[in-house]
């Protein structure tokens, strides 16, 4: 555990920076992410004519998009440009792309472009893109038009006019309780392949915290990943994430997790890590970088394989979500601790039938209840 002491320690050490400056360090850090993430996206939209620009600047000025989101649009907005740019000889590039221009595209235009997205050929390789990649373009698509529908005189929201492309539906299974508590022990027993048993003893602690925290919480690993030693409160036994959009919410963990989280702090983590805020850290940089989501994705990979099946992160998440689901059966109490803005998130993906609501279905007998009636009226 982070303690007092431990903080003297810093403070005292000659080679270590002060404690007392740290914070900074972090508001520094954070503060570069955000200019390198801010100079890609003006990088993406320099080409771009100026009716993208004023819709880049009305999400993060007015909708207070992130900048992740605002580069994901910038990206869409590009490749249907270039889909324009590769049908119609008459457009050499995105100059050409006027107001009047995009009033000239019809449904027909649309759906051309859908297929495209489907699978195309780039000049070094055939691209394709699934169903939900399909979607998820066509919402942006949706949402730029609709913009330009109401500030850029557009006539009609053409991307409206579609289906949404749908995905596969079934649902993903969670793990079972057995199976969770199968993989907890064999991360504790470092169970593995053994050209890896150095690696899996050096990481233990972190690994036993890691796993249990995803399916205690429910957190998203980018989430998870993103943790600073700062944001594990004890007092109130809650810990604070960044949620996807960049909303900070309080997370309630249990004895299980806290225990876990201090057992790696206390016996593995070392103490010039303390310099990098970050809770989870790479054992293969001498300088305690933070720890990265493929590395946790791997990690659990492979632990996965040694109960049998493909675990990844939200495999986790998504088994803490089923489990609170069906012991309350309270949606809007597990959509908030998932972090879900849309309610219907959690019911089309997280209220999986239990195998006891499933028997109360099975039980329904109309004879049986038509002969206690009966007896009643006796």
Known sequence: MFTYDKAQSIENSSDLLPFFRIRFIISNMKEDVKYKKQQQLNKLKADLPDYVKEYISYCEGTLNRSYNTMISYIYNIRQFFQFLIDQNPLITGYDDITIDMLNQIDALDMQDYMSYLRLHKSETKTIQNEAKSRAQRLSCMRHFFQYLS?????????????????????????????????????????VGKPE???Y??????????IITTLAYTGIR??????????????????????R????????IINDEVRKAIDRYIDFERQPYDDANRALFLSS????????????????????GDTIGEHVTPHTLRRTFGTKLYNQTGDLYLTATALGHK???????FYTTMSEERKQLIRGINYEETNKSEENKGD
């Open 150 to 190: 109401i500030y850029k005189g557009l006539s009609v929201n053409t991307a409206k006019l579609l289906d949404r492309p749908k995905a596969n539906s079934k649902k993903k299974q969670p793990l079972t309780s057995e199976e969770t508590v199968e993989l907890l022990n064999n991360v504790k027993a470092c």
């Open 196 to 198: 890896s048993s150095f």
């Open 244 to 251: 996807k959009g960049g909303d900070d919410d309080e997370v």
């Open 342 to 348: 849309n309610i219907q998130t959690t019911k089309d």
């Open 200 to 209: 899996l003893e050096n990481t233990k602690y972190r690994n036993i915290a």
């Open 284 to 303: 293969r940089h001498a300088t305690g970088e933070r720890l990265s989501v493929r590395s946790v994705e791997r990690m659990i990979k492979a632990y």
């Open 221 to 242: 690993v980018s989430e998870l990943c993103n943790l600073n030693l700062d944001d594990i409160h004890r007092d109130t036994m809650t810990i604070h994430v960044t």
